[in-house]
């Protein structure tokens, strides 16, 4: 049984900042990509940024400078530091992770239960 657990959303004013965490537990193997997405009311899931357990990282377009994603991989945890909050980011965000559990030699995708991001003055 594989758990992804979510913190650190909440309401911010335009231009705040937040920071979130998901920490991975149960009987974890192997992770290999830990992530955030993204899904506003009425819009499709999208990526925000994914990064890998050698440090790589992607972002959104529309993220890029004032998003940073990070990881411990002690700690099979990914935290996304989000700066400069603005309206449009506001939405549910959804940690994921590609991992493989003892005893099962694949890797497969794994969801959180999600986070509200609500940036609003």
């Known amino acids: 049984q594989v758990q992804l657990v979510e913190s650190g959303g909440g309401l911010v004013q335009p231009g705040g900042s937040l920071r979130l965490s998901c920490a991975a537990s149960g009987n974890i193997f192997s992770i290999n990509v830990m992530g955030w997405y993204r899904q506003a009311p009425g819009k499709q899931r999208e990526l925000v940024a994914v990064?890998?357990?050698?440090?790589?990282?992607n972002y959104a377009d529309s993220v890029k400078g004032r998003f940073t994603i990070s990881r411990d991989n002690a700690k099979n945890t990914v935290y996304l530091q989000m700066n400069s909050l603005k309206p449009e980011d506001t939405a549910v965000y959804y940690c994921?992770?590609?991992?493989?559990?003892?005893?099962?030699?694949?890797?497969?995708?794994?969801w959180g239960q999600g986070t509200q991001v609500t940036v609003s003055s």
């Open positions: 990064i890998t357990s050698g440090g790589t990282t």
């Open positions: 994921h992770a590609i991992l493989a559990t003892v005893g099962v030699r694949r890797y497969d995708d794994y």
